[in-house]
């Protein structure tokens, strides 16, 4: 799901970068979207990203996320300036001051992590995208990739 975020809505230069190394293996991503107040609505998001001098501060937390504990880099979604702004990506690295992971294992022996970011500071290269251009619709498509994605992984239907 982070290659495909990337490609629809990466800059060329983040492109260039992340999806050579995701391709290679040598750099993993995980989708941090949903949030515990939320359920399951994909619309949900009161993760915020603040503007500062040097690019954004994130604050906000996480639910469960498969593959988060071990990833290089989280792709999280958070609201631009408050709780109303337009819904961004950004790419946080995972040893991030301010990221803090709760591990935990899933089903199929699988195991992931409830993320919390408090003040990450990242520079301007982390959104993906624009800070004007709301990505909620992109979420949408790549929920339901990764939907019908883990239900062929578990054995679900094809």
Not at 68 to 78: F, K, M
Not at 106 to 116: D, I, P
Not at 125 to 132: H, K, S
Request: glycine share 12%; proline share 2%.
């Amino acid at each position: 799901m982070g290659t495909h975020a990337l490609s629809t809505i990466g800059t060329s230069g983040q492109c260039s970068t992340l999806l050579a190394e995701a391709a290679a293996g040598q750099h993993l991503l995980a989708l941090c979207h949903y949030e515990q107040d939320g359920g399951y609505a994909r619309d949900y998001v009161e993760t915020i990203a603040k503007a500062d001098a040097d690019g954004f501060v994130l604050s906000g937390r996480k639910a469960f996320t498969l593959h988060a504990h071990a990833a290089d880099s989280l792709l999280v979604s958070a609201r631009i300036g408050s709780n109303t702004g337009p819904t961004a990506l950004f790419i946080v690295p995972r040893d991030s001051a301010g990221v803090s992971l709760v591990v935990a294992p899933a089903l199929a022996m699988r195991k992931g992590a409830a993320v919390t970011l408090n003040d990450v500071h990242l520079g301007l290269e982390a959104l993906l995208g624009d800070a004007q251009t709301d990505v909620t619709s992109v979420l949408e498509q790549l929920l339901d990739c990764g939907v019908c994605g883990s239900s062929q992984s578990d054995g679900g239907s094809y």
